[in-house]
Every structure is written in C-alpha cells, then in structure tokens.
C-alpha cells in the first residue's frame, strides 16, 4: 500500500490565482480530512469527508472548496489564492469505527506559498 | 468546546536525557488521548494512545498516562536520542477510542543533539 498521497510536494501561487490540491488513499478508508498547519499553530481542519459524496467543513473553511467523487480521492481547491492561506497543507485518513484506533493516516505534505 | 493546550516549545535536550512535554485538555465526558510524531518533511504519525482514565500507552519508549484528576497526558522518555528529534502534537479524540474527529495542540518541536 502506498498509503495517503499528496501532490504537489510544494508550489508558489500568485495572488488571484487557483490550484487544486490532491491527495488520493488506497486503504479504502471512508473518512478523509483536509488539514492546514501554519507554525506554531498546530492543526486545523479545513473539511472533511465520511465518504463519497458526502463532505463537510471544519474549522476553517473559507477560501476553501473540496468534492469527494470516489472513495480514494480528496481534492482540495483553491479558487482565489491569497497570502493568508500560504501554509503546509496535509490530508488523512481513517477507516471509521473499531478500525479507527489505530489513529489517522497522514500524507506527506503540500508547502503553498502565496505572493 | 474541546481544546488541547501543550507546553511552548522549542525544547533542546542532549542525548540520553529525560524528556517531558506536558499536555493538558479541556474536554466534556471523557475523551481518548493521543501523541502523534511528525518528523522533519514527514505528515503525522501516530506514537501512542490511551482510551480511559489511568491507562498508559507506550511505544518507542516513550510513555503517557492517562491523568483524568489532572486532566493531563503528559509525554515522558527516559533517554532520548537524536533520532527522536521532531515536533510532538498532542491530540484529543472521541471516547472509546476512535480518530475520527481529533483537535490538536500546537505542536511542540524536540531537538536533541549528540
């Protein structure tokens, strides 16, 4: 298994410009999330999702869009980019239920840096 | 609502010193614990848990124990080394275990040199 994905590793947008952040699993986990760490702050939820189709949003949302066609599949899109959402980016996952004790699965990371 | 609160960080050790970062919460009923690692380019991993009050996850070890009077988890290693240098995330959770929705603590980054 290759676990949580994530691509790109890092990218520079310009301000007003869009991307789409992708993260795919191969766990065939329901539960998939979008996080953003930015230093010394920790991790805040963005949106999540308990399965295809159905999404909902965490913490901090806006600025934000997500779609969850497939179980595999976590897109995270940026439609206007702005400096405040220069960040490092994680995506997780977890299958619900007794299988959830084994904590949630990482990705690697996006670096975003907006200018 | 819930929150996590940990130490500020950045902590410098030597090699082979005692580690504590200490982790408090503010939770309604009883939640589970977590420590998650995350070393240097890497996404999270999960280091250790505990799902009750007085319950001891370990691994690696590392230890913490589940404080429900203190409302503490605090993380403890008797020697380090410098290969445990990374940022340490405590995280709180649902009751009885489960992952699927955790609020994190700001992170506290280890460094220990030779």
């Known amino acids: 298994n290759a676990g949580v994905t994530q691509t790109p590793k890092f990218r520079i947008l310009k301000i007003g410009q869009s991307m789409t952040l992708q993260c795919t699993q191969d766990m065939n986990h329901n539960y998939m999330y979008w996080y953003r760490q930015d230093p010394g702050m920790g991790l805040k939820l963005i949106y999540y999702?308990?399965?295809?189709?159905?999404?909902d949003k965490g913490e901090v949302p806006n600025g934000y869009n997500v779609s969850r066609s497939t179980t595999e599949d976590f897109p995270l899109r940026l439609e206007l980019a702005a400096p405040s959402q220069t960040s490092v980016y994680f995506c997780?996952?977890?299958?619900?239920?007794?299988?959830?004790?084994?904590?949630?699965?990482f990705g690697p990371g996006t670096r975003l840096t907006v200018l | 609502g819930n929150s996590v609160t940990q130490m500020e960080g950045p902590v410098t050790l030597s090699e082979e010193a005692f580690l504590t970062i200490n982790c408090t919460y503010t939770a309604t009923g009883y939640p589970s614990l977590f420590w998650y690692v995350q070393y240097p380019g890497e996404g999270l991993q999960l280091l250790l848990k505990a799902t009750k009050a007085d319950d001891k996850g370990s691994n690696k070890g590392f230890e913490a124990t589940y404080r429900k009077e203190t409302t503490s988890f605090h993380l403890e290693k008797g020697s380090v080394q410098v290969s445990d240098s990374a940022v340490y995330f405590c995280a709180l959770g649902p009751a009885q275990g489960g992952s699927e929705k955790l609020v994190f603590g700001k992170g506290t980054k280890l460094t220990v040199n030779p």
């Open positions: 999702s308990v399965g295809a189709g159905i999404t």
């Open positions: 997780a996952s977890i299958h619900s239920g007794l299988r959830s004790l084994g904590g949630q699965f």
